[in-house]
């Protein structure tokens, strides 16, 4: 899988899964072009559940992709609608695990930007956060960037009392 060739310029690679930290990502990588005059790739990577080695028959494999693209292209037309000036934004829908897609894609970029947690969940906390893989393994520098809280409690470990 190569990396999407931008106008010759440096790139900003973002991942986008939908969730509201991978928008503020979004949104923060959008900013950072702005001032670098960067173009911003959008990355949303897909894949089937495995079971056994085989794929299990949750859906037809153009569903999952048409999921996948409509997630990016929801993502992508709301930063466009934010005020600020036009920035180049390419997407790219691609198969495979999510740090080993952006890891590919940012194998040629200035920057790659990801959330501090996205759509993990449960194989997340088994495997470990795809943000810190990208962080100890991308051959660029890395920013991982915090969605809202649900809970201002939340924030560095804090409990209410």
Not at 86 to 113: C, F, K, W
Not at 127 to 151: M, N, Y
Request: aromatic share 4%; with cysteine.
């Amino acid at each position: 899988m190569a990396a999407a060739e931008g106008a010759g310029g440096p790139r900003i690679v973002v991942g986008v899964d939908g969730s509201p930290p991978s928008q503020a990502a979004f949104r923060w990588a959008v900013r950072q072009a702005r001032l670098t005059g960067a173009e911003v790739v959008a990355v949303t990577a897909w894949h089937l559940p495995v079971a056994y080695g085989y794929p299990m028959p949750v859906a037809p494999l153009t569903d999952a992709m048409d999921i996948a693209r409509r997630v990016l292209d929801t993502a992508t037309d709301e930063i466009e609608q934010e005020p600020g000036e036009p920035v180049h934004i390419t997407g790219m829908v691609l198969e495979g695990n999510a740090a080993r897609v952006l890891l590919d894609a940012s194998q040629d970029a200035e920057l790659l930007v990801v959330g501090n947690r996205g759509h993990g969940g449960f194989v997340e906390a088994l495997l470990g956060s795809t943000g810190q893989h990208l962080v100890e393994h991308a051959t660029c520098p890395v920013v991982v960037t915090r969605g809202e809280d649900k809970d201002p409690s939340e924030r560095n470990g804090a409990a209410t009392g």
